[in-house]
């Protein structure tokens, strides 16, 4: 049951302009973005006195995007469903509420997972010159990628199911990934950032699951990793959590 219907919702965001949303603004930052800003930044920090080129950089937190993308999608999905008749539908045939959104969340990490990899993939001429991979850092990308892609999953299925319309669902769920995004250390980095932005930034769950990802490619551990990795697994649970007590909420029309 949950195989059918998380091929089901696979089949329904991989569409052409999802996928272009997906892979190009991640790369867009990688070849244009960072390239134009490597040439005034230079060298950058990643908070434990190793530096790096801006460029490898952004490039490093230009994959991440696509977990905020990915996450993006599940609630986009709810409401495409909800709008269009196919949750009640759904829910007649014999799949539960539980198997729905756990469906959603398995193709979320689907989309979200492999995403990332063929834009790190794409990156590779960027990157390739600062890898430093361990075992102990594929652990730190995997993990990181995984408990991202469940918290920005669960909190856009969150939102979806609070919001009204799917109208406003995409303009609010708009504007905070934007705030999620700028205000996290994908562009730079927090430690160096001025005290309001560098406080905001600290509490970001993006620059959490960025920080895991640059650390497990660069071999870079800062004095504060390990407590943005305990914090980043105890918030997705709790999201998740309050995304299904959410999702059980939902009136069947």
């Known amino acids: 049951m ?3 219907l998380t091929y089901r919702n696979l089949r329904a965001n991989l569409d052409f302009a999802s996928l272009f949303f997906e892979l190009i603004f991640p ?3 990688i070849f244009v973005e960072g390239p134009g800003l490597g040439a ?31 996450g993006t999608n ?10 269009n008749g ?14 729905y959104i756990l469906s959603i969340i398995f193709a979320t990490l689907i989309i979200g997972i492999a995403g990332s990899l063929l834009v790190f993939l794409i990156a590779l001429p960027v990157l390739g010159a600062g890898l430093q991979i361990t075992f102990q850092g594929v652990l730190l990308v995997a993990s990181a990628l995984f408990m991202g892609t469940i918290l920005f999953g669960s909190f856009a299925i ?45 509490g970001n769950p993006l620059t959490w699951t960025t920080d895991m990802f640059r650390a497990g490619l660069f071999n870079s551990f800062s004095s504060f990793l390990t407590e943005e990795i305990i914090t980043l697994a105890i918030v997705a649970a709790v999201v998740f959590w309050i995304s299904v007590i959410a999702f059980r909420r939902i009136r069947v029309q």
Do not use: H
Not at 50 to 70: D, F, M, R, S
Not at 76 to 82: E, H, I, P, S, V
């Open 40 to 70: 005034v930044a230079k060298q950058v920090s990643l908070c434990n006195g190793q530096t790096v080129p801006y460029q490898l950089y952004l490039a490093a937190g230009a994959v991440t995007l696509t977990v905020i993308n990915g």
């Open 27 to 29: 790369i867009f930052f």
């Open 158 to 202: 969150s939102l979806s199911v609070i919001l009204r319309s799917s109208e406003t669902f995409q303009i609010v769920s708009t504007f905070v990934f934007f705030v999620f995004l700028f205000t996290s250390s994908v562009f730079y980095p927090s430690c160096t950032a001025p005290t309001a932005i560098r406080i905001v930034s600290l």
């Open 86 to 99: 196919m949750f009640e539908q759904i829910l007649m045939a014999p799949f539960s509420r539980a198997q």
């Open 2 to 4: 949950y195989l059918r």
């Open 74 to 83: 599940a609630g986009t999905q709810l409401w495409y469903d909800r709008k």
